[in-house]
């Protein structure tokens, strides 16, 4: 029986996709060498941690000493694992109530399978979900970094700012969806993130709010990034698109989540101008992978060449020739 439950047990591990399994392995080993063995110094960074480190180079430096200035160098570029290391650590870990670091994990799981799986935004594409863990876990680390360098001191957990940026990212992939926010007020899923700030600033105070505002923020950028346009242009008139159509079908995505596409078209929420992108790895990320390139193409929202089922591969929109109503095709990744 227990050699049948561990076979059990790696088989659904190895049925997360990879992206997500590995964050949720990651973290959940990161935060056991932390409880148990004080390993937070050798994983975490922040700005004071560099401002430090670069500290002690520059005062090798004026010794005049070029091999150990030399020295000092090499062992800061080693150390900038630590940025990655550090999206793995959910503030919770250091608190008194340390299942909470427990559930941001869970909650980090269950948005990051939701877009990487089959079905989601990202619909199974390894590369294309890895380039935007990539890109949205640089952002978070830099605004990060900017914010304790121009603003506060207090602590930023990239990880935390990473949870909010895929719920945010999650939210706008699945607006109609119905959730409960705290499991107990029901809200659409658009409105998810406004709920998780009010929430982190309820539970963290200040330091909570701020992460996620960062995550948040990096999300909206990498929406940008994909759409091809300026930060602002979705703010602009007529930036939504109009639905006259009755929506009928529904569909379940997850645990207390419920798409639900009927009702009055009022209360459906169209997609924004900048949900209708998609932005491919480029193609050295690619080759770097060995994976195939033909599972997805990169589009913005000014794409006004319709595309047929063969091309359009992404399951998202684009502009009809001056239609006014929108609806996503809903094809699938490598169709």
Not at 107 to 125: C, D, P, Q, R, V
Not at 142 to 154: E, G, K, Q, S, T
Not at 250 to 278: C, F, H, M, P, T
Request: charged share 15%; hydrophobic share 40%; with cysteine.
């Amino acid at each position: 029986p227990l050699t049948t439950m561990a076979n059990t047990i790696v088989e659904n591990i190895q049925r997360i996709p990879p992206v997500t399994r590995f964050f949720t392995l990651a973290s959940v080993m990161t935060c056991l060498a932390i409880t148990s063995f004080d390993a937070l110094p050798g994983l975490f960074c922040n700005y004071h941690t560099l401002s430090n480190d670069f500290a002690g180079i520059y005062k090798v430096y004026q010794k005049g000493n070029s091999f150990n200035t030399a020295k000092a160098i090499a062992l800061q570029v080693i150390n900038s694992y630590k940025f990655l290391t550090s999206t793995l650590i959910p503030s919770d870990v250091l608190s008194s109530q340390r299942w909470n670091a427990l559930m941001d994990i869970y909650f980090f799981y269950t948005f990051s399978n939701h877009l990487e799986a089959y079905g989601g935004k990202f619909n199974g594409n390894f590369p294309d979900y890895l380039w935007y863990a990539i890109t949205c876990g640089t952002m978070v680390n830099v605004f990060a970094l900017f914010y304790n360098a121009f603003f506060d001191p207090m602590p930023i957990f990239p990880h935390d700012c990473l949870l909010a940026c895929l719920t945010y990212t999650w939210s706008r992939a699945n607006k109609n969806a119905k959730i409960n926010l705290m499991g107990i007020v029901p809200i659409k899923a658009y409105y998810l993130p406004l709920g998780n700030i009010l929430i982190k600033l309820i539970l963290r105070g200040p330091s909570g709010l701020v992460d996620t505002i960062i995550g948040i923020l990096s999300g909206y950028l990498y929406l940008c990034i994909q759409l091809n346009t300026l930060p602002v242009y979705n703010l602009l008139p007529d930036a939504y698109g109009k639905n006259t159509e009755q929506h009928t079908d529904a569909r379940r995505v997850g645990i207390l989540r419920y798409v639900d596409n009927g009702g009055s078209q009022y209360e459906y929420i169209g997609d924004s101008i900048y949900d209708k992108g998609y932005w491919k790895a480029p193609k050295f990320f690619y080759n770097l992978l060995g994976y195939p390139s033909k599972n997805s193409v990169r589009k913005t929202a000014f794409d006004s060449t319709p595309r047929n089922e063969e091309s359009a591969t992404t399951g998202y929109s684009w502009f009809g020739s001056g239609a006014t109503a929108f609806r996503g095709k809903g094809h699938r990744l490598g169709s």
